[in-house]
């Protein structure tokens, strides 16, 4: 398990902890201030450093077999110009995460190749090997490629990374989208955690 804190009583640092729950288990590891949200996918985490305070931030990973982060993006840009690294998921060999590096249009979806191969396969943003998403622009439904009926989590996010909507659903079932004329994110996961799935589409 990593986990990531703060000591602002005495230090003021921050650290990744690898750790299996117990004290002496527990390898800590300096990383630069003010951190961003975790994502994991196999022996690797991925989190972002530096993104407040006119740092300049940085993307890493940590390997869970190793006991130090590494670098993957430095960004030269102060993170006085831009207000957020989000990091959202793994897919093949690409980290997805939102930022406003660009501040003329918000918060928009990013990628890097990380270089780190995962057992995901590397989905495109239209069709997985496992979901497919379909849509005539109003009503949209999620489909296996068996065309088996099955319980989804579904969670849908705007171009600027705000939540829209999270909700329990099934495939072959049309849901809507309350925004219109919007480039959406849709997630969808089973509700046995087994498959995952990650598109981009239109609303009308």
């Given at each position: 398990m990593l986990l990531l804190t703060s000591d602002f009583n005495t230090s003021f640092k921050d650290y990744a902890l690898l750790t299996d729950g117990t004290k002496a288990g527990t390898i800590a590891t300096k990383v630069p201030s003010y951190t961003s949200s975790l994502v994991q996918k196999d022996q690797?985490?991925?989190?972002?450093?530096?993104?407040?305070n006119g740092y300049e931030p940085s993307i890493y990973y940590f390997d869970m077999a190793k006991t130090a982060p590494v670098v993957i993006k430095a960004f030269t840009e102060s993170s006085n110009n831009f207000t957020s690294i989000i990091p959202i998921g793994i897919i093949g060999t690409k980290l997805y995460y939102f930022s406003n590096l660009d501040t003329k249009y918000g918060r928009e979806l990013y990628y890097i190749e990380t270089g780190i191969k995962t057992q995901t396969n590397d989905y495109d943003l239209s069709s997985n090997d496992y979901y497919t998403l379909n849509s005539n622009g109003t009503n949209f439904t999620i489909q296996t490629n068996s065309n088996e009926t099955e319980q989804i989590n579904i969670t849908l996010i705007?171009?600027?990374g705000r939540l829209i909507n999270k909700f329990d659903s099934r495939t072959n079932e049309a849901f809507s989208i309350p925004l219109k004329n919007q480039v959406v994110f849709v997630s969808v996961e089973s509700s046995q955690k087994t498959n995952k799935g990650f598109f981009k589409t239109i609303s009308f």
């Amino acid at each position: 398990m990593l986990l990531l804190t703060s000591d602002f009583n005495t230090s003021f640092k921050d650290y990744a902890l690898l750790t299996d729950g117990t004290k002496a288990g527990t390898i800590a590891t300096k990383v630069p201030s003010y951190t961003s949200s975790l994502v994991q996918k196999d022996q690797h985490v991925f989190f972002a450093s530096g993104i407040t305070n006119g740092y300049e931030p940085s993307i890493y990973y940590f390997d869970m077999a190793k006991t130090a982060p590494v670098v993957i993006k430095a960004f030269t840009e102060s993170s006085n110009n831009f207000t957020s690294i989000i990091p959202i998921g793994i897919i093949g060999t690409k980290l997805y995460y939102f930022s406003n590096l660009d501040t003329k249009y918000g918060r928009e979806l990013y990628y890097i190749e990380t270089g780190i191969k995962t057992q995901t396969n590397d989905y495109d943003l239209s069709s997985n090997d496992y979901y497919t998403l379909n849509s005539n622009g109003t009503n949209f439904t999620i489909q296996t490629n068996s065309n088996e009926t099955e319980q989804i989590n579904i969670t849908l996010i705007d171009i600027n990374g705000r939540l829209i909507n999270k909700f329990d659903s099934r495939t072959n079932e049309a849901f809507s989208i309350p925004l219109k004329n919007q480039v959406v994110f849709v997630s969808v996961e089973s509700s046995q955690k087994t498959n995952k799935g990650f598109f981009k589409t239109i609303s009308f």
